[in-house]
């Protein structure tokens, strides 16, 4: 079964205390990507990656890593968390490029809360 | 300013009615349009994917029209049961790697 398995899915934690959020596909795919859901604002694109050693930044990586050691695996890493960095964050992969028109993949989500 | 902007917000609808959800976006170049939907808490899922060239795709009762002319879509859910209550959410890609995502229409149906 195609999954993209994220965790922790909920965490609690305290501000400055670095937590890493691990995602991981078994598709094989190329291409995965964080996001951050908060209310009204819809999804935002924090980093992506291409492929191994490959990543990017989104559209808001300030106070986020990446790093893409393996296809399979793609962690987010918050060095210094802080309150603004509560939200609800998605891991998603595909295959191939964006433009193929390729089934993206989500993950069930990660509820993060920095107090 | 997001570039991908859907209407209404919100939405209550009776079981078994029909209900049509807007999307328009100014992405360009355009590459591809999704629908997602999703419920409270988890992760979107796919519904359709249209390229620049479909005009409409269907998914069960699930319809999604493009006019990549005006830049608008719309997702068209007919006789709706319970389970459509969700977010909706429409998602642009141009050609590079970043996915420009609507805020979605969060849709009730009651019986």
């Known amino acids: 079964e195609a999954q993209v398995t994220q965790n922790p899915r909920y965490l609690i934690t305290v501000t400055g205390k670095k937590l890493t959020v691990t995602c991981s596909q078994n598709?094989?795919?190329?291409?995965m990507s964080w996001y951050r859901q908060d209310p009204g604002l819809g999804l935002r694109q924090i980093y992506y990656?291409?492929?191994?050693?490959?990543?990017d930044k989104g559209d808001v990586p300030e106070g986020y890593k990446v790093s893409r050691k393996e296809k399979r695996n793609f962690p987010l890493i918050l060095e210094s968390p802080s309150p603004n960095q509560t939200s609800l964050y998605f891991c998603?992969?595909?295959?191939?490029?964006?433009?193929?028109?390729?089934?993206?993949?989500f993950g069930e989500g990660s509820w993060l809360t920095v107090v | 300013k997001n570039q991908v902007e859907q209407s209404p917000q919100s939405l209550i609808i009776l079981e078994g009615k029909n209900c049509t959800l807007q999307c328009n976006y100014t992405v360009s170049p355009f590459s591809n349009l999704r629908w997602y939907k999703q419920d409270t808490g988890r992760g979107p899922v796919s519904l359709t994917i249209?390229?620049?060239?479909?005009n409409t795709k269907s998914n069960g009762r699930y319809t999604a029209t493009l006019d990549a002319d005006t830049k608008q879509s719309s997702l068209h859910i007919t006789a709706s049961q319970l389970s459509d209550s969700a977010s909706y959410i429409c998602v642009v890609s141009g050609n590079d790697y970043k996915l420009s995502f609507g805020a979605g229409t969060t849709v009730t149906v009651r019986a």
């Open positions: 598709m094989n795919h190329e291409y």
């Open positions: 998603a992969s595909m295959t191939g490029g964006l433009e193929t028109g390729n089934t993206i993949y």
């Open positions: 990656s291409m492929n191994v050693e490959v990543t």
């Open positions: 249209m390229t620049f060239s479909e």
